[in-house]
């Protein structure tokens, strides 16, 4: 099936990321829908995308990697952030760190009580179920036979091991599974993994469904607008080289171009806040206050120190260490190059009187350089990230101009909230602890960053707001829910637009309490499901006889 500017779809899933992948091969399911996906990025073939530890190699690239910038943060000092972004079909799903972590009970039923229902916990875990296929961990909340595979990667760390004694030495609890609805405590992470490669969404979902008749996939081809006629959404106008194209949508689009883009893409076609569409020259279509607010990431510190003996990632990823450690993955998927770079996780709560966790740590047996390029040192080295599990915090993704091909407007107010602030000098002090605990002393060098002069809250607050940086989870910019900032329901139906959803990370009202990827695919799961328990209407759009 070609797509051009005469073809009409039942629907038509913008973004071919980690949702837009889930819902294109979902959707395709049934034959008798046609389904077109569409992809501004390129379709990369690279064998070394399987590779996890490749995963240092992508960022920053622009065959790969969208490489958003925010603009000047006053609440970090007036500095500029990347903001990495999967440029290629399976999107950020393709190029991210791999590690798998759903969030609290409590994320999921606070959604529900703010006026979503379905989105309770309850809810939620059979569509964590419906994805995964879980290796090493079981219980009632875990998912096998799903077409993602989610395992603990690798054997033991002898550095990841002492700092988990250190943690065990400080009164926490080890947890089998964070993932099981009870997140608190100390452990080896989970990752989307099968035998030492990625278990990439592109290839888990959209692969097999590739091979159905029903289902067009095309990338290179940026969505500029979408078409409205009168209050419905009937299709989207998109991009192939030169050539401007239309492609219509008989029941609905899906806009899954995640939390940077799906508001970009709103507020092109003239859906998102009355002043700003004004102050970027674009017409009114709908006004719409939410698009493009809300925008949460999880803002990290990160801790830097030397490590005593040649153990870590960074000396076994170069020179003479590199081929034997490429030799025994080519063997077998093992070794440094089978895992990704942050091994062992914390889920702590800042103080005693705390009910659930508001702290995660990840520790990684390498130290690197800033947090944008991930480049391995070159002397043995740890790090200990921590961000503020919840960040009150909250910025703005916006347009800036009608130019469909210039990046938004992000101000993301990093460190606005005093809260956000407070948690990262608590997190900092309790990573202090962990890797000076005496279980660490066989390992433990010098103390790189901040640095060992660095040590009152003020100096703490300092570093946070100078060296601090994203830790890519970026979510909320289309937020869920039933108040007039809201950009879509709990069906994720655009308020005030016929035929439109947006499914993917933007919609989550609140952040979810960990790496946010486990999450969007849940979101992209129950979404497809409630398209196809709704099945829209087929409506012949207009100029299209019936």
């Known amino acids: 099936m070609s797509a051009d500017h005469t073809a009409v779809h039942d629907y038509v899933v913008v973004g071919g990321g980690a949702a837009g992948c889930i819902v294109a091969a979902r ?255 674009i017409p009114v279509a709908h006004d719409l206050p939410g698009v493009g607010e809300n925008y949460r990431d999880h803002f990290a510190v990160r801790l830097k120190w030397r490590v005593r003996r040649p153990i870590t990632f960074n000396e076994r990823t170069r020179g003479w260490r590199l081929l034997g450690e490429s030799a025994r993955y080519l063997r077998d998927g093992a070794g440094v190059l089978g895992l990704p770079t942050a091994l062992a996780y914390g889920f702590v709560r800042s103080s005693p009187e705390l009910t659930r966790p508001d702290l995660q740590f990840h520790f990684a047996p390498a130290s690197y350089g800033e947090a944008a390029s991930r480049r391995f040192d070159t002397a043995p080295g740890m790090t200990l990230g921590v961000y503020p599990l919840r960040p009150a915090s909250a910025g703005s993704i916006h347009v800036a101009s009608p130019d469909p091909t210039a990046p938004p407007a992000i101000r993301p107010r990093f460190l606005d909230d005093d809260e956000d602030v407070r948690l990262l000098v608590a997190g900092a002090r309790i990573a202090r602890q962990l890797v000076e605990n005496p279980r660490m002393d066989a390992y433990r060098g010098a103390e790189l960053v901040p640095g060992p002069d660095v040590r009152t809250d003020d100096e703490l607050v300092a570093f946070a707001r100078e060296r601090g940086d994203t830790s890519y989870h970026p979510v909320g910019t289309c937020r869920m829910g039933i108040d007039p900032p809201a950009v879509v329901d709990h069906r994720l139906r655009v308020h005030g637009v016929a035929g439109l959803r947006v499914v993917d990370a933007s919609v989550m009202p609140t952040m979810v309490s960990g790496n946010t990827n486990a999450a969007a695919l849940m979101i992209a799961e129950k979404g497809a499901a409630m398209i196809v328990e709704d099945r829209a209407p087929v409506v012949t759009p207009p100029g299209v006889k019936g």
């Open 27 to 281: 959707l395709s399911a049934d034959p008798s829908v046609r389904v077109l996906l569409l992809e501004a990025g390129a379709e990369r073939r690279n064998p070394l995308l399987a590779v996890p530890a490749a995963e240092v190699l992508w960022m920053g690239s622009p065959r790969y990697d969208w490489a958003f910038a925010t603009e000047p943060d006053p609440t970090i000092g007036g500095r500029t952030v990347r903001i990495p972004r999967g440029r290629l079909l399976g999107g950020s799903n393709a190029i991210n760190g791999m590690l798998f972590v759903r969030g609290q009970r409590e994320d999921y039923d606070d959604w529900a009580a703010q006026g979503n229902p379905g989105w309770g916990w309850d809810d939620v875990v059979p569509h964590f179920r419906a994805l995964e296929h879980a290796e090493g961990v079981s219980g009632p909340t875990r998912g096998t036979g799903g077409p993602v595979v989610v395992s603990r990667p690798g054997r033991d760390d002898e550095l990841c091991d002492a700092f988990l004694d250190a943690a065990d030495a400080l009164g926490h609890r080890r947890n089998p599974d964070y993932n099981s609805g009870e997140q608190e405590g100390f452990g080896y992470y989970q990752a989307t993994l099968a035998a030492g490669k990625r278990s990439a969404v592109v290839h888990t979902h959209l692969g097999p469904a590739r091979r159905r008749p029903n289902l067009t996939v095309l990338t290179d081809a940026p969505v500029t607008t979408l078409r409205l006629d009168g209050g419905r959404c009937t299709g989207v106008r998109y991009r192939r080289g030169r050539r401007e194209l239309t492609a219509l949508a008989a029941r609905e689009v899906v806009l899954c171009a995640g939390a940077v883009q799906s508001p970009q893409i709103l507020e092109l076609s003239g859906i998102g806040p009355a002043e700003v569409l004004a102050a970027a020259g």
